[in-house]
């Protein structure tokens, strides 16, 4: 089993919808929880990421935590072409673990938004 | 700041022959980061690198691969001889100390090793 698990897709949604990203985790020690998004051929940018539980929301980008679930969601309001791309999710241990430069990646969705 | 910078973009060679990639982290960066892209196994590290030296070296898959950062601004990845399975789309990306989350990437190098 991969620590991190994301469903490849693709996910095809018209303009406006909301989208919902999803990644599981197993491992417990991780505390950094980052949403990158890749466009073809370019190289991964961060969207936003969260340390530890809870939400965080960044225009029509919203980042969510649920640890006890090891379950991490990216929701995209009023989605917009120029969303389409591949999401990957990452997540890192925190400071106290020696682990914590590891990022691990989950293997992206491809979502694309139809006008 | 240009952003992390990799060179070539695009790289095709002949099994066998040495493959040199090379990235430019963004300046202040303490932290570097070597990671290949492939469809079956996504992203991967291969090797992290702090204030010029190698930390954690565990992701290289094997001897063939090597890395070095003679000093802040430069860093390469060799492969050595190479194989078809290495072909993969190769990144780098640096980050500060305490940005702990926030890497930044480069566009990566497409290897093809036919």
């Known amino acids: 089993q991969k620590e991190v698990e994301q469903d490849p897709g693709p996910l095809s949604v018209p303009e406006g919808a909301i989208v919902s990203l999803n990644c599981t985790y197993s491992n417990s020690a991780f505390q950094y929880f980052m949403w990158y998004r890749q466009y073809s051929r370019k190289g991964p940018e961060l969207l936003m990421y969260t340390y530890s539980s809870g939400n965080k929301e960044d225009g029509r980008f919203t980042a969510q935590v649920d640890k006890s679930s090891k379950y991490i969601s990216l929701f995209i309001r009023d989605s917009q072409p120029s969303d389409s791309a591949t999401y990957l999710c990452?997540?890192?241990?925190?400071?106290?673990?020696?682990?914590?430069?590891?990022?691990?990646f989950g293997t992206g969705t491809k979502l694309q938004v139809i006008p | 700041d240009a952003g992390v910078i990799q060179s070539p973009r695009h790289e095709v060679t002949e099994m066998g022959q040495e493959v040199t990639l090379r990235c430019k982290p963004i300046?202040?960066?303490?932290?570097l980061f070597w990671y290949r892209q492939t469809m079956m196994r996504g992203l991967e590290l291969l090797i992290y690198?702090?204030?010029?030296?190698?930390?954690?070296d565990s992701g290289m898959p094997e001897d063939r691969f090597s890395a070095k950062m003679p000093n802040a601004s430069f860093s390469t990845l060799k492969i050595q001889p190479s194989e078809p399975r290495d072909s993969a789309v190769y990144f780098c990306a640096s980050r500060q100390e305490l940005k702990r989350a926030e890497a930044f990437f480069g566009q990566g190098t497409r290897l093809t090793v036919v």
């Open positions: 690198f702090n204030n010029n030296v190698p930390i954690d």
């Open positions: 300046s202040g960066h303490d932290y």
């Open positions: 990452a997540m890192s241990e925190g400071p106290e673990s020696g682990g914590y430069q590891k990022v691990t």
